[in-house]
Every structure is written in structure tokens, then in C-alpha cells.
């Protein structure tokens, strides 16, 4: 019996290159700034038009500031980069939604929103967090900026099957555990190479539990554990999220996607490469204290004794200590937001800690949307009020502090509780040292100042 992963593949396959690569026919094609300029380029120099325009969506998220939108951007690159952009999309006749724009925001935000990524889809992008989509019940992965040209001219790609990989979760979470202490739980037990190779798909009852947001996010940091994307077969959970939104299909269609999506899950019988199961009391809210999302460790729990070369490399860059615990460390910045924790229900959560409390003086928040339609949700849901009654700003959307390509840069030296999806040196600017954590942890680190284990704080 084949695995959904298989089903979905299969039906997409153009054609199969003897001892070769397969034609893909892709679904969609997300854009942003960053990785598309030369593939528009490539396009231009060989006289080539986009083959299905209609399936290409465009924005910029990774260079834009996230104040003054309405301005001009200050700084040079970032400004060449999104009007690049929007030019390049004008003249390839491709939907852009620009800075400013209601419909702007992280386009892995932004696609599952408006119901442009759907069940059964193949979802591409210049973009190795493209896998945030699986959580649609899509095969969706990062590919490069060759590839994007190759999509943009065929709507196809050359691509090896990856091998497949079942992680099974069962269990209910414990106070205080989210759906990102899951994943950082996942990388910590498969390291950052653990899924190379393996498309994943989440099953269990803990994953089947878990809201949008929340498959959202375990999917989104599939690729730091190595793998080629993860997935998560869609349901009611999947079926009502969608529904009524801009892009889902509507009346008569909506019936028939429906009882097509319902056909997209792994038989009892499926074979996968790989199987692996984990219960979900063993998890506790988690944060990181090395240079890769995969050296993390239970929030009461203290770093490990012992290491490699890279380890003792990452606890030096960090500035901590082999066997140390972190609870009580001070912090200087908080940073909520990203493809990976920048949803309505992140805002929730960080909301529900910090009520009828102050953020710490000494720290630096910044909270930041997923899309307009987050920031619209937060006020219209009065989370605004909470935290600027807590001393907390909300800002315009944007990748922001996830990576250091826009003016949200962590300061050399300075510790970083982020709920982000990468920690390597340097990731959210030079010399800036970055915890991994939930938005719960986040916000509890914001409002004492030090590393706190969030479920005292519930």
C-alpha cells in the first residue's frame, strides 16, 4: 500500500528519467525577493515567458522593515531587492503582493491564509522553509534559484524522490508544551542530519491533536533536522481551517475537494523507509543553548557533560558552560514572530503570559506579525491592548530577526530568546547569541528578564 506521500508524488510525476531525476509538475510557486532575481534573469536572457503564470505568487518578507512601511527603505540592498521584485513580477504578469499591501506578510504565512497552499498539493520555493505547507497536507520543499527558473519556464522540476520517513507522536502535551518544544524535541533526538534524505510525515495523536497553527509550525522546521519537508495528512483540523478562505475552493468545488482531500492518508498497510515513535509526556517546554536548532535540551534540564569539537565550538560562541543550567540566565532581547511562530496563535500565547504583568526594563521585544491578516486578527481579538498594557509594541510583518537581511538585528554578544527557526552563529546578525524557543518561553523571558520555565508563569 503506497504511503500519501507516495499517492501525492505519483500523481504528479510527468515522466521518469531512466536511472535519472523525475519530472514534477508543480502546483505552486511562491516568490520572495531573496532567490528569484537571477532566475527571472535567466528567464529574460533565454526570451522565456512563465509557462502558467496563474500558479507563481510573489512577495517580498525577508528584506522589508518592519517600521515605516510606508516609507521609503533606508537601506540600499534591501530596497534594490524588493523592487526588483515588483518589477519582475509587472513584467512577467505575475501576482505580487507588495509591502503595504493587506495581503503582505511571510509568504509561508501568507500561502496557507489564503488558501493557496491545499491538500494534495506539490508547493515550491526558493525558500528552505517551504515546508511549513506539508502542514496543508501538501508535498511541499525548498528547491534553488535554477530550479525556480525551471518552474517559472515549465512548471515543472527535476527532482529524486526522497525516501520516506514516519514520526509518530502519541500522547497528550503536558502544561506549557507547544508544538514547537515537539519539533526542538524531534531535532534534539534526530540531530540536524537525522532525516536526511526522508520526506517526514507527522502522525500520532498528539499531531492529530494540534491545531493549524501548531502542524504549521512542526512542519515548518522539518528541514532542520535534515529533511527534504514534512507533512501531516489532512482532516477536519485541515478541512475547517480552509473553508471560506480567499483561494479554497467554493460550492459544488468545495464538495468534491473535500472528498478528494479524505482520500489523502497513508494506508494501514503503507511501508515507509523509516519509522519512528516518540510519547509525548516525554516533553517538556525546550530552548537551545548551542549553534544549531538540534543542541537543545528540557528547560529544566542542564546542558550535557560532554561533546565534539563543534560542541565545545558552540558553547564557547555562547558563552556557556558545559553541565550549566540556563533557568535564571539574563536576557536582553525577545524576539516573537517568523514562518515558524508568527501566527494568531503564537500572539495568544505570548498574550497569555505577559497579561496583567510588565516587561522586563532592561529587555528589548519585538513582536512581530506574520502578515497583515495576523496584525488584523490581534486587534480585532483586543491582544493589542494586553500587550501594550504589558509595555509590549507590536510591528509591521516582515521575517524580521529571524535572519539578520533587514534592520532587526541582534547586537554582537547580545542573547536572543527567539522564536525562530535557526540559531547559528551569526543568524540573527553578527556575533548575536540565539535561544530557540516557544512563544511561551519567549514571553516568560520577557517579562522576569531571565530564562523561566513558562508554566510557572501559567
Avoid at 17 to 45: K, N, W
Wanted: overall charge negative; proline content about 5%; glycine content about 10%.
Amino acid at each position: 500500500m503506497n504511503t500519501l506521500f507516495d499517492k501525492i508524488w505519483d500523481k504528479h510525476v510527468v515522466q521518469q528519467v531512466e536511472d535519472g531525476p523525475t519530472q514534477l509538475y508543480i502546483d505552486r510557486l511562491y516568490c520572495h525577493e531573496v532567490t528569484s532575481p537571477q532566475a527571472f534573469d535567466g528567464m529574460r536572457a533565454r526570451g522565456l515567458k512563465c509557462f502558467r503564470p496563474e500558479k507563481i505568487y510573489c512577495m517580498p518578507d525577508h528584506n522589508t522593515p518592519t517600521h515605516d512601511q510606508d516609507k521609503p527603505i533606508e537601506d540600499p540592498v534591501s530596497k534594490t531587492q524588493v523592487d526588483t521584485l515588483a518589477k519582475n513580477a509587472k513584467e512577467f504578469g505575475l501576482t505580487h503582493y507588495g509591502m503595504m499591501s493587506k495581503d503582505n506578510g511571510i509568504i509561508h504565512v501568507v500561502g496557507p491564509e489564503k488558501g493557496l497552499s491545499l491538500p494534495g498539493m506539490t508547493i515550491v520555493c526558493g525558500d528552505s522553509h517551504t515546508s511549513t505547507h506539508g502542514a496543508m497536507g501538501a508535498v511541499a520543499f525548498g528547491i534553488g534559484t535554477s530550479e525556480v527558473e525551471m518552474v517559472m519556464a515549465s512548471q515543472c522540476i527535476l527532482q529524486q524522490k526522497p525516501k520516506s520517513m514516519r514520526i509518530s507522536i502519541n500522547g497528550q502535551l503536558q502544561k506549557g508544551v507547544t508544538a514547537k518544544d515537539v519539533a526542538l524535541y524531534l531535532m534534539s533526538k534526530l540531530t540536524t542530519s537525522g532525516a536526511t534524505g526522508y520526506f517526514v510525515e507527522y502522525a500520532g495523536s498528539t499531531v492529530n491533536a494540534m491545531s493549524m497553527e501548531g502542524r504549521l509550525t512542526l512542519c515548518n522546521l522539518s528541514i532542520e533536522m535534515g529533511a527534504r519537508g514534512g507533512f501531516i495528512a489532512p482532516d477536519a483540523t485541515t478541512f475547517d481551517y480552509i473553508k471560506g478562505r480567499q483561494f479554497a475552493p467554493k460550492g459544488e468545488d468545495w464538495d468534491k475537494a473535500v472528498a478528494y482531500w479524505k482520500t489523502l492518508e497513508s494506508g494501514p498497510d503503507a511501508v515507509f523507509d523509516k519509522e519512528l515513535s516518540f510519547d509525548a509526556a516525554d516533553i517538556e517546554p525546550r530552548i537551545t543553548y548551542g549553534t544549531n536548532p538540534g543542541m537543545g535540551i528540557g528547560i529544566t534540564e542542564a546542558i550535557p557533560e560532554t561533546g565534539d569539537a563543534n560542541f565545545e565550538k558552540a558553547l564557547h560562541y555562547m558563552g556557556f558552560k558545559p553541565g550549566q543550567k540556563l533557568l535564571g540566565t539574563k536576557v536582553d532581547y525577545v524576539f516573537l514572530g517568523a514562518c515558524t511562530n508568527g501566527r494568531i496563535e503564537d500572539f495568544r500565547a505570548f498574550a497569555s503570559i505577559v497579561k496583567g504583568r510588565q516587561k522586563a526594563a532592561d529587555v528589548i521585544a519585538w513582536l512581530v506579525p506574520g502578515s497583515w491578516a495576523v496584525d488584523a486578527q490581534i486587534r480585532e481579538e483586543g491582544l493589542d491592548k494586553i500587550l501594550a498594557e504589558a509595555g509590549f509594541e507590536i510591528r509591521q510583518p516582515g521575517c524580521s530577526a529571524c535572519l539578520a537581511m533587514n534592520d532587526d538585528k541582534i547586537p554582537a554578544g547580545k542573547l536572543s530568546v527567539s522564536t525562530s527557526n535557526r540559531n547559528f552563529e551569526g543568524r540573527q546578525g553578527p556575533g548575536a547569541r540565539t535561544i530557540l524557543s516557544s512563544p511561551l518561553v519567549a514571553a516568560a523571558a520577557a517579562v522576569t528578564g531571565v530564562i523561566t520555565d513558562p508554566r510557572e508563569l501559567i
